[in-house]
């Protein structure tokens, strides 16, 4: 019963997490930028991106929570590994957010500035892969917890 509360928590969350992500990337993003001068639409979407993260730090630290405690009953019951996919796919989103968000944010603002060995447009899109791949990771994470246990 618990594993079942947990992993609908999981597919919840997840999916809450998911759809955030999609209407940031694809709905709010480009409606700024379609609708204010580019340097006001480039300072309110790099806050958005940063509430992202922030909560993407805290959503995926639940989930791999989740993922850990689902693991151990899985263990326990003999049903495999304590470290299943869903712990995996938590970690890469995770991966994703301080890799696509946190490592390349100073790297764009030198750029920005005109220093640095990438230009900006180069680490907008590495930083553009992550945040996509992440959406990605988080949706089949979502998927992996609303299927029925095996």
């Keep these: 019963m618990k594993a079942v509360v947990l ?11 998911t759809g955030l992500m999609i209407g ?13 001068p580019r340097a006001d639409a480039g300072r309110v979407a790099a806050r958005l991106f940063s509430l992202d993260a922030t909560i993407g730090i805290g ?5 791999v929570l989740i993922s850990l405690q689902l693991g151990r009953e899985r263990a326990e019951q003999g049903r495999g590994s304590r470290f299943g996919l869903e712990l995996g796919l938590a970690l890469g989103a995770l991966l994703c957010i301080v890799a696509g968000y946190y490592a390349l944010l100073p790297m764009i603002e030198e750029a920005r500035a005109g ?3 990438l230009s900006f447009g180069a680490l907008h899109a ?25």
Excluded: D, N, Q
Aim: charged share 10%.
């Design 7 to 17: 992993g609908r928590l999981g597919a919840r969350l997840a999916g809450a997490w």
């Design 24 to 36: 940031l990337g694809a709905v709010a993003a480009p409606a700024l930028f379609a609708l204010l």
């Design 59 to 63: 959503a995926g630290a639940v989930l």
């Design 115 to 117: 220093h640095g060995i």
């Design 126 to 150: 590495i930083a553009s892969a992550f945040f996509v791949t992440k959406a990605a990771i988080v949706a089949v994470l979502a998927w992996r917890f609303s299927a029925p246990e095996r």
